[in-house]
C-alpha cells in the first residue's frame, strides 16, 4: 500500500503554500527537523508532519509543512543572494499573466489587459476577482437578481451571500473595519472563488467571451459556461491562446488553444445531476455513475480533425479525499471505459488525450474546502501528439487548480525572508 504525501512550504507570512505531493510506502518517511535537501540555494526543513483528517482535508494521508531556509555560504556573494531572491519572486503558480496593481494617492490603481480599475487601497486580490466577475455580468443582471429572495437567485449570488455572511460572523469589534476580513474557507465560497480567478485568468489573457457570459448569467446554461471557463483558464496559465468556436452549424470543440505552431482542439464536458449547479430536480445522497463513457463518446464527435484533440470531463461528484486516487469510484469506472477501447485494437486513438476532473467544492457548504481531484490519460497511439513540454504544463495547471495567490503579497513575503541576508534592503 502507498500513501499520499502533499508538501506545503511555510511563508514568512505563516501562509502555507502548496509546493507538490508524491507517494510513499508508510507514512514514518519524514520527522520533524528533517531536510527535504538544498535546491536554488533553499535549503527544505520539516516544520511539521500532520496525519489523520488535518491531512485528509489537503488530500493527503500525510502533510508535510517545510520552510525554506537560504543556504548562506562564505563565498556567497549579496549579488548571488539577489539572484536567488530574484528566482523565488517569481509566481508561485502558473497565470495567465501576472498581476499588475499600483497605489496612487488612497486609492489602489488595477490593471487587467486593458482595462483600468481604481479601487479601495485595502481591497483585497481576493475581493478585486469576486468584484471582476460580477463587473463581467454586469450591472442589469445584478440589479434584476439582488431583487429576488436569497434562495431564488442565481447560484453565483447565492455564494457570494454565503460567503458575505461568513466574513460577517468572523468581524470582531478589534477588528480594523477598512481592513480585510478573513474566515476560514467552505466549499461553496471555494466555488465562487475559484470561479472568479478562473474569469480573471481570462480577461487578463483575451477578454472572455460575450457569449460564454450570457451562459454564464443563464441558470440553465450555467454548468456548462462554467466548465468550459476553467479548462479555458487552465490552457490560458499554459501560455496558450484561446479562440472560442462559435459556428453552430456543425460539431466543432469548444475551442482551439495555440501556442507557436502548436495548435490542439479542445472539448469539455461536465455531468449533470439533478439538484446540482442548478439543475432541475433533487439530488439523491447515492450517486448514479460518473457516465464517463457516454460523456467521452459524446465529446470525441466534436473532433475536427487534422490537429490534436483533447478532451475534458468533469465528473461533478462530492470529494472524496479519504479514499485514495485509485479506490474511488469514477476513476474506477474511468479505467474500464479505457480497458474497453484498449479491447476494440484500434490502430490509432480517437483522442490525444483525455483528463478527468472532479471540482466538487460546491457540495460543501459548512464544510472546509478540500483540493480538487484530477486524473490524465495520455493516448497510446494518437494520430496527432503533442509535445511533452504541454504536458508537463497541463499536469502542473492541473495540480495548482483551486490555489489562488495574491502575487503582490507574495512577493512583500519573498522580500521579508530575505531582509535579514540583504542587511535590510
Not at 456548462?224 to 470543440?253: L, Q, Y
Not at 469548444?254 to 479542445?266: C, D, L, N, T, Y
Not at 472524496?320 to 490502430?347: H, L, N, Y
Amino acid at each position: 500500500m502507498w500513501f499520499t504525501y502533499v508538501y506545503a512550504v511555510k511563508l514568512a507570512s505563516g501562509r502555507l503554500v502548496r509546493a507538490g505531493q508524491d507517494f510513499g510506502p508508510t507514512m514514518d518517511t519524514y520527522k520533524v527537523g528533517d531536510s527535504l535537501g538544498v535546491k536554488n540555494g533553499k535549503e527544505g526543513i520539516v516544520l511539521a508532519v500532520v496525519k489523520g483528517d488535518d491531512a485528509k482535508l489537503n488530500g493527503a494521508d500525510v502533510l508535510i509543512i517545510v520552510e525554506e531556509r537560504p543556504v548562506k555560504t562564505g563565498a556567497q556573494s549579496i549579488e548571488e543572494t539577489i539572484l536567488q531572491m530574484t528566482e523565488d519572486l517569481q509566481s508561485p503558480r502558473l497565470t495567465s499573466r501576472p498581476q499588475i496593481q499600483a497605489l496612487l494617492g488612497d486609492q489602489k490603481v488595477r490593471a487587467v489587459r486593458n482595462s483600468i480599475y481604481f479601487r479601495p487601497k485595502d481591497e483585497s486580490f481576493y475581493d478585486f476577482q469576486i468584484n471582476l466577475l460580477l463587473w463581467a455580468l454586469g450591472k442589469p443582471w445584478y440589479d434584476t437578481e439582488m431583487a429576488k429572495p436569497v434562495e431564488q437567485r442565481h447560484i453565483i449570488l447565492r455564494w457570494r451571500h454565503e460567503r458575505c455572511e461568513l466574513l460577517k460572523a468572523h468581524q470582531k469589534p478589534e477588528n480594523d473595519p477598512n481592513k480585510p476580513l478573513a474566515a476560514p474557507m467552505t466549499g461553496n465560497v471555494k466555488a465562487l472563488q475559484v470561479l472568479a480567478d478562473d474569469v480573471y485568468q481570462l480577461e487578463h489573457a483575451l477578454k472572455t467571451p460575450r457569449k460564454i457570459i450570457g451562459r454564464l448569467r443563464d441558470p440553465r446554461q450555467f454548468q456548462g459556461a462554467r466548465n468550459e471557463i476553467a479548462v479555458a483558464s487552465i490552457f490560458a496559465r499554459c501560455g496558450f491562446d484561446i479562440r472560442f468556436i462559435d459556428d453552430d452549424t456543425k460539431r466543432n470543440p469548444e475551442f482551439i488553444a495555440e501556442k507557436g505552431a502548436e495548435k490542439i482542439a479542445v472539448e469539455a464536458k461536465s455531468r449533470h445531476r439533478p439538484g446540482v449547479l442548478e439543475e432541475r430536480g433533487v439530488m439523491k445522497d447515492d450517486p448514479a455513475p460518473a457516465k464517463i463513457k457516454e460523456l467521452y463518446e459524446n465529446a470525441l464527435q466534436q473532433n475536427p480533425g487534422g490537429m490534436p484533440f483533447m478532451v475534458f470531463i468533469d465528473v461533478n461528484l462530492a470529494l472524496t479525499p479519504a479514499i485514495s486516487p485509485m479506490e474511488k469510484g469514477w476513476v474506477k469506472e474511468a479505467m474500464k471505459c479505457f480497458d474497453d477501447r484498449r479491447q476494440e485494437g484500434k490502430a490509432r486513438d480517437p483522442d490525444t488525450g483525455l483528463i478527468l476532473t472532479n471540482l466538487g467544492w460546491h457540495y460543501y457548504r459548512d464544510r472546509a474546502a478540500t483540493p480538487g481531484e484530477y486524473i490524465t490519460v495520455r493516448s497510446a497511439n494518437p494520430q496527432f501528439p503533442i509535445q511533452e513540454e504541454t504536458w508537463t504544463l497541463l499536469e502542473r495547471a492541473l495540480s495548482e487548480y483551486g490555489f489562488i495567490v495574491d502575487e503582490e503579497q507574495y512577493e512583500k513575503d519573498v522580500r521579508a525572508r530575505y531582509a535579514d541576508l540583504l542587511g535590510g534592503t
